[in-house]
Each structure stands twice: as C-alpha cells, then as structure tokens.
C-alpha cells in the first residue's frame, strides 16, 4: 500500500509538472519557426509545454488562431497588418516578439534565357543579380511569403509577377524548370533549405533606391549564404512575433504568462548554446512589437 501511495504521488507530480500545454502554429519543419519552436519546448518543459503544429506559414497560422484551431502562432508582422486592412484583428495580440525575418530571393546563376539578337543571332544571356532586374518575370512564393512579395511589388513598383505555390520545395522547382525566374522565402537567416543548395543558385540584391521605397514596412538586412556564394547581400526584414487570442479564462491567461515568463528567461541561455539556431542571438527579451502586446501578469522566475 505505501508503495502505491508513492507512485501515486510521483505520477501526480509529474502530471503537475507537464499539464499545461500551448498548441503553436509554426511552419515548415525544415523553417526558423518550428526550429525554434522545438528548442523553447525543450528548454521550457518543466513550466509549459509546447504542442508543434506545422503550417504553410503566417498566412495559415492566422486563419488556425483566429479559427480556434490554436492558442498561439508565429506570424510575420508585415502579413499581419496586411491581413488587418481588410479583416477585424482586433483580439489578435503579441505574446513575445522574435526576431527579423529577412527576405530571400532566390534565382538561378545562369538561367537559361538569352534575350535580344536579331534572327537567332547576337542573343544575350539573362543574368539576375538584382531585384530590379526581376521587372517582367515571375517570382513564386508560398504562405506569408506570398504577401511579403505583393507588397513589395506594390511599394517598389517593379512589374514582376507574382504567383503563388504550396511550399518552398515547389518555389525553387519553379525556378530550376525555368517556370520563374526567382523565387522569394521570408525567414530567420539562415534557411535550412537554402543552405541545401549550391552555385547554381544566388540570391538577388535590393539595391539601396529600392530598400528606400520599402522604409516604412521594412528594415535594411543583409544575407549570407557561402554555399551559393552570396556573401555580404543587401535585402530587407519584416518582424517575426509571436501571437495568441485576448483569452479570458484564469487558466489561459496564466498558461500565457507563464511562457511568457519561460522564454524571457531561456533567451539569453538559447543565445548561448552552441547548436541552438542563430536567430536566438538577435532577439531582444521585452521588446515592443508593431502590433499591440497582451497584457498578462508577471510572473516570475
């Protein structure tokens, strides 16, 4: 009997310990998100636990958390306030802000397009080395990143044509086949399936009259990528934060407290950790975001 009584009281523990759960929606499982997402729910385990839920992205994540489908979700700030000229998202707040989310634009080095020359003769091979030279063409995106290359084309005003596709492993199909001439993913630098690929790829340039256009939704950012040999590259960033719904009940509000209080504290030791993603070394534990933050109680570690 006082055996049982005993592993009776260490499994009550240990439902204690693990009884809370946040459903997030992340993204890819080869995207910064869901890294992230799998490293905090390590680091955090003994206060919340953390249910993964992979999406197309920020697009999707909006409709999942807005759809009761989940409690939290991690969103580009741009595709927030775009989605929120048109829908009320009023009950949408920031739990915790991340990091920048750099736009990729990703073309062939060589692209088999020649241009020019009269009657097949004196033709020129096509090169991409910029976003400017993409006026014209088709460039593939999916989820979010569909909504950060509309506006994009809208502010810049350069012509190209955007499509949209299912995810990044049809994006870069497009671009091998020829059916686009680029392709633009947004994310935490760097990308796991960007490093994937090799110098046959490059990513394209914003040259500074065009970052200047995109001031007032973006911030200047550069990338690199040896394997492709794009090192030093000037793009743009848009925010990446984490949202949930202005829940009421004692419960979720102290569920969100306490991974609020759990990722404030574990930033700083993510940062550190030889392995854990880059992208924890450029967040900054507090800060305000673009978007209204959810008021919740402090809670302390």
């Known amino acids: 009997m006082k055996k049982l009584l005993i592993m009776i009281a260490i499994t009550l523990c240990s439902l204690g310990s693990y009884s809370e759960t946040l459903k997030i929606g992340t993204g890819s499982p080869s995207q910064t998100y869901s890294r992230l997402t799998k490293e905090l729910g ?14 197309s992205g920020s697009m999707q994540n909006i409709d999942k958390l807005t759809g009761n489908e989940l409690q939290a979700a991690m969103v580009q700030t741009d595709v927030l306030k775009y989605r929120g000229n048109t829908e009320d998202l009023s009950n949408i707040k920031t739990l915790v802000t991340l990091h920048p989310e750099q736009v990729h634009l990703v073309a062939l080095a060589a692209p088999n397009i020649k241009e020019g020359g009269t009657l097949g003769f004196g033709a020129k091979q096509v090169v991409f080395n910029t976003i400017s030279d993409l ?29 949209e596709v299912q995810n990044g492993k049809e994006a870069i199909d497009a671009v091998n086949t ?11 630098a760097p990308l796991d399936n960007l490093k994937q690929l090799n110098k046959a790829h490059k990513l394209l340039s914003f040259p500074d009259p065009v970052v200047a256009k995109l001031k007032n939704v973006y911030k200047p950012g550069v990338l690199n990528y040896s394997n492709m040999g794009s090192m030093g590259v000037n793009t743009v960033s848009t925010e990446a934060i984490l949202v949930t719904r202005e829940f009421k009940t004692p419960a ?3 569920s969100l407290a306490k991974f609020r209080a759990c990722f404030n504290s574990k930033v700083p030791e993510l940062a550190e950790t030889t392995g854990t993603h880059p992208m924890w070394s450029k967040i900054v534990v507090g800060a305000e975001a673009k978007w209204p933050m959810m008021v919740l109680p402090v809670v302390k570690k």
Do not use: K, P
Request: hydrophobic share 45%; proline share 0%.
């Open 178 to 188: 020829g059916t686009a001439a680029a392709a633009l993913f947004v994310g935490g």
């Open 252 to 254: 979720m509000v102290s």
């Open 42 to 55: 390590t680091a955090c385990m003994n206060d919340i636990q953390l249910q993964e839920t992979n999406t």
């Open 135 to 163: 006026a014209g063409r088709t460039v593939v995106a999916s989820g979010g990143s569909y909504i950060t290359a509309q506006v994009i084309r809208l502010q810049t005003e350069i012509s190209f044509n955007v499509v």
